[in-house]
C-alpha cells in the first residue's frame, strides 16, 4: 500500500521524502538478501561459454564462442581486486575452417589501477608474468558489477534511485566517470547492471550483465546464471555451481605488474624504403613512396599508433603518412586506426569493413578521448575489392583479399612485386627458429599458401605482423607440410 501510494502524483513533500527511504530501503534489503553486510570477498565457480571480444570474423556476426570446463572468479571487494582462471576449448562455428582447438587456461589478474596475466610454467622454469594495463578497466568493472559488488557500490556512493514499474533502478558514478545502473525486481534480487568502459576501436562501451536463477548460496542469494554482453553481444554465459563467502584473496601487484608500459618501436629495413616497425606483439610495415608513406597495419590502440608516428618521422623524415592499409578489422589490428584518420592518413581496407568503421567511429569517445574525439575529423577511405594497387609511378604496392580464409571475412595480405615481400597477419604467425614444427597443419596458413599460389606471387620474404622473425616462403612451406615449391 505504502509503496503504491508512493507512486501516485502530486503527493506532499513529506511522502516524497518517504518515498526516497523506501527506495533507498530497497538497497539495504537486496544488500541484506546477498549477505553484503559481512562480504568482503566471495568466490564463485560454474560452467558454460566465454567468448573472444572483438575477433568477430565478420563484424555482423556476434564474438566467436569458446566452451568453458571450468571458471572461477576470487574477488576482493575491500581492495578492489580479483582473480579469474577459465580453462576453455573453442567451438568450431559451421562453415568455418578454423585451427585444431587446444584447452587455454587463463589466470588472469586485477587489483586497483593494475591488471596482469600468469602463463603456466615450461619445465624448470618460472610461471611469466605479462602486463595488461588495457584490461585494467574491464576487470575493475566486472568486480562492481557482481550483485555484491554493485551493492556495496551502491551504498557507498550516494546512489539515485528511480522506480520503474515494479522493479526500481539504482545508479551511481565511480571515480567520476564510470556509470553504472543496475535494477532490482520485486524481490529485492539485481536482475542487470549497466556499465560503460572505453575501447579504442568501439568507444564508450556498453558492459551488461544481466542475472538470473537466484538460489541460496554460501552467505546469501547468489544467482544461478549469469550472460554478460559488451559491445552487443555475449562474453560470457555462466552456470554457477558453487559460492563461496569470505575466502582468503590477498593479491599482490609483482613488480613486473606495477612497471610503467615501455612502448617500443624498432626500424628494420627489409629493402630500399621498406621497413619492419617490429616491437612488442603487433608488427607494422612502413613503405616509402615518392612524396609519402604508405603504412601497412595500426594495431592496438592510440598509443602504439602515436609511437608508430614518431618513429616515421624519423625513418622517413619529411614525408606524411598518406594511406594506412588495414589487414582486416579484428581490434587489436584496428585499435590504431582512429589517430591516422586525425593524422589525415586515409583508411585503405578492404569494402564490407568501411561501413563498419564509419558506423562505430561516430560513437562517443567521452571516457578516454582520443585525438579524433577531440578533432572530430570526418574520416577518407580508399575502400576495394579483391584486388587494389597503390603506386607513385616507380614503386607498386599490391593488396590482394585472402580469398576462403575462415579467420576472418574481409582479409587481405600486401605485397611489393619489386622486392618480393608479403606482408600477412594471422594466417601466418612464424615460430623462432628452434621451435618444434607444429604437429597439425594451421588451416589459416595453408589458405594463405594456397592464395600465393592462385595470384602467383613470386615470394622471397613473409613479414609477418605478429611472430618473432622475417621467413621465407620455404618456411611457411614447411609449416604446412609441404615439403617441395609447386610448379
Same mark, same amino acid.
Not at 530501503?25 to 566465454?50: P, Y
Not at 568486480?143 to 533502478?169: N, V, Y
Given at each position: 500500500?505504502?509503496?503504491?501510494?508512493?507512486?501516485?502524483?502530486?503527493?506532499?513533500?513529506?511522502?516524497?521524502?518517504?518515498?526516497?527511504?523506501?527506495?533507498?530501503?530497497?538497497?539495504?534489503?537486496?544488500?541484506?538478501?546477498?549477505?553484503?553486510?559481512?562480504?568482503?570477498?566471495?568466490?564463485?565457480?560454474?560452467?558454460?561459454?566465454?567468448?573472444?571480444?572483438?575477433?568477430?570474423?565478420?563484424?555482423?556476426?556476434?564474438?566467436?564462442?569458446?566452451?568453458?570446463?571450468?571458471?572461477?572468479?576470487?574477488?576482493?571487494?575491500?581492495?578492489?581486486?580479483?582473480?579469474?582462471?577459465?580453462?576453455?576449448?573453442?567451438?568450431?562455428?559451421?562453415?568455418?575452417?578454423?585451427?585444431?582447438?587446444?584447452?587455454?587456461?587463463?589466470?588472469?589478474?586485477?587489483?586497483?589501477?593494475?591488471?596482469?596475466?600468469?602463463?603456466?610454467?615450461?619445465?624448470?622454469?618460472?610461471?611469466?608474468?605479462?602486463?595488461?594495463?588495457?584490461?585494467?578497466?574491464?576487470?575493475?568493472?566486472?568486480?562492481?558489477?557482481?550483485?555484491?559488488?554493485?551493492?556495496?557500490?551502491?551504498?557507498?556512493?550516494?546512489?539515485?534511485?528511480?522506480?520503474?514499474?515494479?522493479?526500481?533502478?539504482?545508479?551511481?558514478?565511480?571515480?567520476?566517470?564510470?556509470?553504472?545502473?543496475?535494477?532490482?525486481?520485486?524481490?529485492?534480487?539485481?536482475?542487470?547492471?549497466?556499465?560503460?568502459?572505453?575501447?579504442?576501436?568501439?568507444?564508450?562501451?556498453?558492459?551488461?550483465?544481466?542475472?538470473?536463477?537466484?538460489?541460496?548460496?554460501?552467505?546469501?542469494?547468489?544467482?544461478?546464471?549469469?550472460?554478460?554482453?559488451?559491445?552487443?553481444?555475449?562474453?560470457?554465459?555462466?552456470?554457477?555451481?558453487?559460492?563461496?563467502?569470505?575466502?582468503?584473496?590477498?593479491?599482490?601487484?609483482?613488480?613486473?605488474?606495477?612497471?610503467?608500459?615501455?612502448?617500443?618501436?624498432?626500424?628494420?629495413?627489409?629493402?630500399?624504403?621498406?621497413?619492419?616497425?617490429?616491437?612488442?606483439?603487433?608488427?607494422?610495415?612502413?613503405?616509402?613512396?615518392?612524396?609519402?608513406?604508405?603504412?601497412?597495419?595500426?594495431?592496438?590502440?592510440?598509443?602504439?599508433?602515436?609511437?608508430?608516428?614518431?618513429?616515421?618521422?624519423?625513418?622517413?623524415?619529411?614525408?606524411?603518412?598518406?594511406?594506412?592499409?588495414?589487414?582486416?578489422?579484428?581490434?587489436?589490428?584496428?585499435?590504431?586506426?582512429?589517430?591516422?584518420?586525425?593524422?589525415?592518413?586515409?583508411?585503405?581496407?578492404?569494402?564490407?569493413?568501411?561501413?563498419?568503421?564509419?558506423?562505430?567511429?561516430? $560513437? %562517443?569517445? /567521452?571516457? =578516454? @578521448?582520443?585525438? +579524433?574525439?577531440?578533432?572530430?575529423?570526418?574520416?577518407?577511405?580508399?575502400?576495394?575489392? #579483391?584486388?587494389?594497387?597503390?603506386?607513385?609511378?616507380?614503386?607498386?604496392?599490391?593488396?590482394?583479399?585472402?580469398?576462403?580464409?575462415?579467420?576472418?571475412?574481409?582479409?587481405?595480405?600486401?605485397?611489393?612485386?619489386?622486392?618480393?615481400?608479403?606482408?600477412?597477419?594471422?594466417?601466418?604467425?612464424?615460430?623462432?627458429?628452434?621451435?618444434? $614444427? %607444429?604437429? /597439425?597443419? =594451421? @588451416?589459416?596458413? +595453408?589458405?594463405?599458401?594456397?592464395?600465393?599460389?592462385?595470384?602467383?606471387?613470386?615470394? #622471397?620474404?613473409?613479414?609477418?605482423?605478429?611472430?618473432?622473425?622475417?621467413?621465407?616462403?620455404?618456411?611457411?612451406?614447411?609449416?604446412?607440410?609441404?615439403?617441395?615449391?609447386?610448379?
Amino acid at each position: 500500500m505504502y509503496k503504491l501510494l508512493c507512486r501516485t502524483a502530486g503527493l506532499t513533500a513529506l511522502i516524497f521524502t518517504g518515498c526516497s527511504s523506501l527506495q533507498q530501503n530497497s538497497i539495504q534489503l537486496a544488500s541484506d538478501a546477498a549477505g553484503v553486510t559481512n562480504l568482503k570477498s566471495i568466490e564463485f565457480s560454474g560452467t558454460g561459454r566465454w567468448y573472444q571480444f572483438g575477433q568477430a570474423p565478420n563484424p555482423d556476426l556476434p564474438w566467436p564462442p569458446f566452451a568453458v570446463k571450468n571458471y572461477t572468479a576470487d574477488i576482493n571487494y575491500e581492495t578492489a581486486s580479483a582473480r579469474v582462471q577459465i580453462s576453455r576449448l573453442q567451438e568450431i562455428e559451421p562453415g568455418r575452417n578454423r585451427p585444431q582447438p587446444t584447452e587455454q587456461k587463463v589466470d588472469q589478474y586485477v587489483s586497483g589501477a593494475y591488471a596482469w596475466n600468469i602463463a603456466p610454467a615450461a619445465a624448470g622454469a618460472s610461471p611469466a608474468i605479462t602486463t595488461q594495463p588495457t584490461a585494467s578497466e574491464e576487470r575493475a568493472a566486472e568486480i562492481w558489477a557482481t550483485p555484491q559488488g554493485f551493492l556495496r557500490a551502491a551504498q557507498s556512493h550516494q546512489a539515485k534511485t528511480e522506480d520503474k514499474g515494479t522493479d526500481t533502478e539504482v545508479s551511481f558514478t565511480l571515480d567520476g566517470k564510470y556509470r553504472y545502473q543496475g535494477t532490482l525486481n520485486a524481490r529485492h534480487q539485481l536482475t542487470k547492471v549497466k556499465t560503460w568502459i572505453d575501447n579504442p576501436v568501439l568507444g564508450d562501451t556498453l558492459l551488461e550483465t544481466q542475472y538470473s536463477d537466484y538460489k541460496e548460496f554460501d552467505g546469501g542469494l547468489f544467482p544461478s546464471h549469469i550472460v554478460r554482453l559488451q559491445g552487443g553481444y555475449p562474453v560470457l554465459d555462466l552456470n554457477v555451481t558453487t559460492v563461496k563467502a569470505n575466502p582468503p584473496v590477498d593479491i599482490a601487484v609483482p613488480a613486473e605488474a606495477a612497471k610503467k608500459p615501455n612502448i617500443i618501436v624498432a626500424a628494420n629495413k627489409l629493402a630500399d624504403g621498406v621497413y619492419y616497425l617490429t616491437g612488442g606483439t603487433h608488427h607494422s610495415v612502413a613503405i616509402e613512396q615518392l612524396n609519402h608513406i604508405v603504412l601497412v597495419e595500426a594495431p592496438q590502440n592510440e598509443e602504439r599508433s602515436l609511437a608508430l608516428i614518431e618513429k616515421l618521422k624519423e625513418t622517413i623524415p619529411n614525408k606524411p603518412i598518406k594511406y594506412v592499409i588495414n589487414t582486416h578489422a579484428h581490434f587489436d589490428h584496428s585499435g590504431g586506426l582512429r589517430t591516422f584518420v586525425d593524422a589525415g592518413a586515409t583508411i585503405v581496407t578492404h569494402q564490407p569493413n568501411q561501413a563498419y568503421y564509419e558506423k562505430i567511429w561516430a $560513437a %562517443p569517445h /567521452s571516457i =578516454n @578521448p582520443d585525438n +579524433l574525439e577531440k578533432s572530430k575529423k570526418a574520416p577518407n577511405f580508399l575502400s576495394f575489392a #579483391g584486388k587494389q594497387v597503390i603506386s607513385d609511378g616507380k614503386r607498386n604496392i599490391e593488396i590482394h583479399a585472402l580469398s576462403g580464409n575462415s579467420h576472418n571475412d574481409a582479409f587481405v595480405a600486401v605485397y611489393l612485386p619489386k622486392e618480393k615481400i608479403l606482408i600477412e597477419a594471422d594466417a601466418y604467425t612464424p615460430q623462432a627458429a628452434n621451435a618444434p $614444427a %607444429p604437429t /597439425s597443419v =594451421n @588451416p589459416y596458413s +595453408l589458405n594463405l599458401y594456397e592464395n600465393v599460389q592462385r595470384l602467383k606471387l613470386d615470394v #622471397g620474404q613473409i613479414a609477418a605482423l605478429h611472430g618473432p622473425r622475417v621467413v621465407t616462403l620455404g618456411d611457411l612451406r614447411k609449416a604446412i607440410g609441404i615439403t617441395k615449391a609447386s610448379r
